[in-house]
């Protein structure tokens, strides 16, 4: 079994920051991409943020120059560390993580964490 948790979702006020994490448990061999993603109320799932093993980062549009992904690999941890938040950045926040456990590769995903901006 492969479990991805994640945390430090809550309330912030706009132009605050929060810091997320998700930790990737299990009986894991490798972990390649890993990515934030979120849904915000009424809206599609939209990837935020991805970063590849050696470190290489992608970013949505609307969240460059705010928000910067980071991960630990020691830790099979990915970290979202979120700026000058807005309102509409309110939304579940979701891991995702490419991993490869005994020869199979697979896609894997957490519960979410909510992050609430108020105006």
């Known amino acids: 079994q492969v479990q991805l948790v994640e945390s430090g979702g809550g309330l912030v006020q706009a132009g605050g920051s929060l810091r997320l994490s998700c930790v990737a448990s299990?009986?894991?061999?490798?972990?390649?991409?890993m990515a934030w993603y979120r849904q915000g109320p009424g809206k599609q799932r939209e990837l935020v943020a991805t970063?590849?093993?050696?470190?290489?980062?992608n970013y949505a549009d609307s969240v460059k120059g705010r928000f910067t992904i980071s991960r630990d690999n020691a830790k099979n941890t990915v970290y979202l560390q979120m700026s000058n938040l807005k309102p509409e950045d309110t939304a579940v926040y979701y891991c995702?993580?490419?991993?490869?456990?005994?020869?199979?590769?697979?896609?894997?995903w957490g519960k979410g964490t909510l992050v609430t901006v108020s105006s």
């Open positions: 995702n993580a490419d991993i490869i456990r005994w020869g199979t590769r697979a896609s894997y």
């Open positions: 970063i590849t093993s050696g470190g290489i980062t």
């Open positions: 299990g009986s894991i061999s490798s972990i390649n991409a």
